[in-house]
Antibody, heavy 125, light 108 residues
């Protein structure tokens, strides 16, 4: 059974770079899946950050694209998030998730069927 | 940017039917998905591809669509269904994922 686990610093200074890793256990990250990051500010809704395929192809939320990098390390069976120039507005619970993506149907299927437990990252000096 | 609109809150008594709507201009061109999120937990998908229900999700959860609006219906609501519910889809060109603002379901 595949499980996801986020890890990384819980506190980042303003203007710094937020770095998180999602470890994938119970299965290979190189299977035919995309892998994604989603965040949720305290008391607010969900926001999609971006996604990566095991080949390294990526897609990003246009509103965050200039500050986001998602990468994959197949040897460690993990993928990572870097968010630069952070402010207090980037304080959130960050989730990693497995993406179900299939363009063979009438519409594109694109959703998240497995999530990590999430990790709170606070941006503060 | 593209937005999905949900009511902030819905309240029902146990055993009644709850309906949560989600509106967006691109919904006729993209599938919709629904997630349940309980406090302190990660979201769980309860409906995918508009109307499909993942294994393990109770039959009382169902999805439907009509034009630019999709609806999550919970029939015979139980106390354990009290949670936040989010719809999710993609923009018309399938460039990015969008979530609705979320609806807090209260079971009276």
């Amino acid at each position: 059974q595949v499980q996801l686990q986020e890890s990384g610093p819980g506190l980042v200074k303003p203007s710094g770079t937020l770095s998180l890793t999602c470890g994938v256990s119970g299965g290979s990250i190189s299977r035919s899946n995309w892998w994604s990051w989603v965040r949720q500010p305290p008391g607010k809704g969900l926001e999609w950050i971006g996604e990566i395929y095991h080949s390294g192809s990526t897609n990003y939320n246009p509103s965050l694209k200039s500050r986001v990098t998602v990468s994959v390390d197949k040897s460690k069976n993990q993928f990572s998030l870097k968010l630069s120039s952070v402010t207090a507005a980037d304080t959130a619970v960050y989730y990693c998730a497995r993406v179900r993506r299939d363009s063979s149907g009438y519409y594109l299927m694109w959703y998240f069927d497995l999530w990590g437990r999430g990790t709170l990252v606070t941006v503060s000096s | 940017s593209y937005e999905l609109t949900q009511p902030p809150s819905v309240s029902v008594s146990p055993g009644q039917t709850a309906r949560i709507t989600c509106s967006g201009d691109a919904l006729p061109k993209q599938y919709a998905y629904w997630y349940q999120q309980k406090p302190g937990q990660a979201p769980v998908v309860v409906v995918y591809k508009d109307i499909e229900r993942p294994s393990g999700i109770p039959e009382r959860f169902s999805g439907s669509r009509s034009g630019t609006t999709v609806t999550l219906t919970i029939s015979g609501v139980q106390a354990e269904d009290e949670a936040d519910y989010y719809c999710q889809s993609a923009d018309r060109s399938a460039i990015y994922v969008v979530f609705g603002g979320g609806t807090k379901l209260t079971v009276l």
